[in-house]
């Protein structure tokens, strides 16, 4: 396709209710937005001009991984939608496709939510342009995908149970619990003893543990958790894989796979039994299925992880999580879990599920008057 115009937009979201994990409380999303204007082929020889939208979902500050949006908004304008433009076809005119664009952009190192936003930008556009979903597109085999919401801690252990009963209520089918050390085996058991032992419950510890507390880290085998995701630092390949070693609960790695060869060396050194796949994470959606590709092939289970993605990313998401590889319910909640207001026609959970986009490309769009009423920035950054 043909690249006219890609802009980069910054919206600041605030959040129904503060979210706090191991790295501290927040109250807003500010989420980064890329949007392309291109033509495309129309996939029965005619062209047709489209515009794409593609998610950042790095934080607003560098705590769960190293890209933070302001970072991630400079490498894009200066690097890598450069390079895009680079990608040139005959007579020098911007022509790529999704599947070249992280060839195109592979000369930068790292920075695979960035790269992420863009190859989702494309894609969309691309698809948009020939009439198919991103569900079809990828594979997806499920018109609609089991709903689980992650719970950030709270101010005490009873103010928990209730904001659990309340999700449970509205029919979240999974409860993931943040964790961190000092407020966790009291949370769980607190949960497990009010809403018993069929509740699909998990935690989360977001790289707050070492190996040091490996004794206490044993304590969550009593309360049959389907996994205990990320417990140990992002580097700490080699120590979850004996932590792995002692414990009955799955470890289930987060942070720490960044790529297909990330899960593929968790996966053979016994570091992950459960892999969490964030497209954004791992540099988009198409590395995302390879993901999944080789946890299938291996016999691991795998979910689709979240980012408190727009409806854009959440779109995105529940295609993906459409896949049969998916096989545990991921946090794909409605829009409401996070938001008064989401930037597209709202995700509502239906019997616990949240239903697939079917229309062409992300199959939803910024409703502009809501874009506009949370928009920070917006910057044309086409190159010359
Ligand atoms: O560790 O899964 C995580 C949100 C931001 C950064 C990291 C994580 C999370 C969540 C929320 O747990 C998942 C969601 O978007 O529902
Ligand atoms: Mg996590």
New binding site residues.
């Given amino acids: 396709m043909q690249v006219h115009r890609i802009e980069l937009l910054q919206v600041r979201m605030p959040l129904v209710s503060p979210?706090t994990?191991s790295?501290g409380t927040q109250h807003t999303r500010l989420a980064l937005l890329v949007r392309v204007e291109a033509t495309t082929d129309d996939g029965r020889g005619g062209a047709a001009d489209v515009v794409g939208w593609g998610e950042c979902v790095a934080?607003e500050h560098p705590v769960?991984s190293a890209e933070y949006v302001a970072g991630a908004h400079r490498v894009l304008a200066h690097e890598l939608v450069p390079l895009l433009a680079r990608a040139s076809g005959p007579n020098g005119r911007a022509d790529i496709a999704a599947d070249g664009v992280a060839t195109a952009l592979a000369p930068i190192v790292g920075h695979h939510m960035a790269k992420a936003a863009v190859e989702m930008a494309v894609l969309d556009a691309e698809l948009r342009g020939r009439d198919q979903s991103l569900a079809d597109h990828l594979g997806a085999t499920r018109s609609r995908v089991p709903s689980g919401?992650?719970v950030g801690l709270q101010d005490d252990t009873d103010t928990l149970v209730e904001v659990v009963r309340g999700y449970l209520d509205e029919g979240y089918v999974r409860i993931?619990l943040?964790i961190e050390p000092g407020r966790d085996l009291d949370l769980v058991r607190a949960v497990r003893a009010t809403f018993g032992d069929d509740l699909l419950l998990q935690v989360?510890a977001?790289a707050a543990y070492t190996l040091a507390d490996a004794d206490h880290l044993h304590g969550l085998d009593d309360f049959s958790l389907l996994l205990v995701?990320?417990p140990l630092a992002n580097d700490d390949l080699w120590e979850h894989a004996q932590l792995a070693r002692t414990m009955d609960t799955p470890i289930c790695l987060?942070?720490s796979i960044e790529s297909v060869a990330d899960a593929t060396a968790a996966i053979e050194m016994g570091a992950t039994t459960v892999v969490?796949i964030?497209p954004g994470r791992v540099g988009g959606y198409l590395e995302a299925v390879r993901i999944h590709d080789r946890c299938r092939e291996r016999g691991v289970d795998a979910w689709c992880?979240?980012?408190?993605?727009t409806g854009l990313g959440r779109a995105a998401n529940a295609a993906l999580a459409a896949l049969d590889g998916f096989t545990l319910p991921g946090?794909?909640?409605a829009s409401s879990?996070?938001y008064v207001e989401d930037i597209t026609e709202p995700f509502v959970l239906e019997d616990g599920h949240i239903r697939v986009p079917r229309g062409p490309g992300l199959g939803v769009e910024p409703v502009p008057a809501r874009l506009d009423a949370m928009l920070e920035r917006r910057d044309d950054v086409t190159p010359a």
Wanted: proline share 0%.
């Fill in positions: 979210f994990t790295f934080g769960y919401v992650s993931k943040k989360d977001n995701e990320q987060d942070e969490n964030k992880g979240g980012m408190l993605e946090d794909i909640s879990r996070f």
